[in-house]
């Protein structure tokens, strides 16, 4: 598999939903197989919020492939002996695209902070349109997403009706629902609340180097909801750490363990700034905004959607992604849902694959 | 309705579980009603993590209630025209009974601060009962808690049997799962991780006057798991504060602006480190410590056991309480079990008393 990363500088500016301006702006993206002559065999993988545009393949000493590896390559289901697969990462993170943490200016030491604009989903996919049309890719074969990767998707398939053929949102929703803002809101407080994040005013490598405790605790509600509680049972028990002491105050269970490995990992190579933004992105998405009604909104969809949720997904519920078939029957009939019987949870999207790359593979081939 | 308050000091040292003693410590509790000339008509209340001893009526210039004042009071389901009815603050918390902010001895500028021991369920249990003890209560009519008070509760089943004719355990488990030993460790962590908790050696008069942005962040995480998703979305929808801006960063959605609002009211009137402790005390809730096994653990119960649980509780599932059940219809054959039907979350049990008054009534009647 030819595995390549670039990276798209554009200077005409790039006009947010907030009416905001980026100018100049880059993406940073990972192609992975070739581009035909017709330019049309291109697939787009959208990304979840601590996702980057590295979904597949190794690069020399790297220890683990992309985040989605186990579904794209040569003879997967998102197969690049066929496809010319494009991975960006969104506008507002952290991995090379223009996000809070970006010069002001070409080679101005000043960085945004918190004078970044509010992206949005909208936002991101703009962006992402952008690039391809630099590209000269006038029409994707599919765009592919779980989670806010699966927000991109759906807004994809609104905001630009006839571009796509088919388009795979996954463990998302059409409308994120106050529950998941309430958990947003607690992950962003719990950055905040950490002295040396200095209000966004943080030097980014000294984070990187020792960590960011707010930023280690956000992730760990993150935790909370990435997995089930079924699945934290199976993973975990209520083993103990062999050297702590059970009536230590900050002795361990295993799964506090695992919690404190994930969270103080976390600031090592995710930046906070850019945490907050996209939880705000995610906040904010709602399909029908600009639109007079949900109805309106999915009435713009020209394309075929497949929807894929899991059953145990307890942070965009399975009955939300029927709500998106529901209405989709309404006014497009050319959609399919697939329910995955798992109870590993929201997370299921990244490890079981082996469960819905088949569907995939088959609603690409058909 | 006669209503006290009152502090019990002991001299005589406590035992905890942890091999550590505490000499001399006291409880601070309220009563209800009269005790009458047997001393043979008494309900003991526990409380759950933030609850007090102030469970029912109102002093002079108090804006509300005790917080299960719809349950307790004349001709109410804990009536206490018939019941003396007694409500402790656990050992731990920090309403008035000994905890890590207590002083090391009476009179010491010296606070516990993480020098206090580590409590557990069983402590609390244990200290309750040496109140009663030397208040010359021989036999309880009942224990009712929810939460972490119905962990008491099944606490004092299995360490006192005989002791208590009725024990009702509420929206809680008999074994904290995994899961929300997690959700425990989150909210630990949001608290080390804010500078301002100096690793405890905070100035407990100015957290109470400014707050403490980590101990906020830990009460959302509660928040998240005290209201069901259902309810987030009833209670607020996706309704933006009207003065705040859609694309400011920090703009807030209502749900947002709610938990602000009881986050960061919660340091001035909980602090820091009971919060963490009290924490630690479910994170160990194992009803099978000290027995070969859970079996063993129910088979010490001689009393009646009624259990409460929600359908919606998405903390102490219904799950867990139907293997309670199943337990006492293996060992015991004297429990009932009620499942409510509500989809409100877990705080049922302290919003939803209309629910389940009735029974704690005529149980309590039976």
Known sequence: MKLETKIAKFTKPLYLESGRILEPWQIIYETYGELNENRDN???ITH????SHHAAGMYEGDRKPGWWDGLIGDGKAIDTTKYFVIATNVIGSCFGSTGPISPVYPGSSERYRLKFPVITIKDMVKAQKILLDS???????????????GMQALRFAVDYPGFIEKIFPI??????????????KAMIEAVRSDCEFK????????IRKRGLKGLAAARMIGYL???SPVTF???FGRDYVKTDGMFELFGRFQVESYLEYNGSNFPKWFDPLSYIYLLK??????????FTSLKEAFSQIKDKLVLISFSGDTLFFPEEMREIKKYMDEVNGKSEYYEIKSDYGHDSFLVEIDKFEDIIKNELNN
């Open 42 to 44: 291109v697939i787009l």
């Open 48 to 51: 979840a919020l601590s996702g």
């Open 135 to 149: 590209l000269g890719i006038k029409h994707l074969k599919s765009v592919i997403g779980g989670s806010m990767g």
């Open 171 to 184: 463990a998302t929703t059409y409308q994120t629902r106050p529950y998941v803002i309430a958990i947003n």
């Open 199 to 206: 209000n966004g005013n943080y030097d980014p490598k000294e």
């Open 225 to 227: 909801n990435y997995i």
């Open 233 to 235: 049972d199976k993973k």
């Open 281 to 290: 992105a995610i906040s904010l998405f709602d399909i029908s905004r600009g």
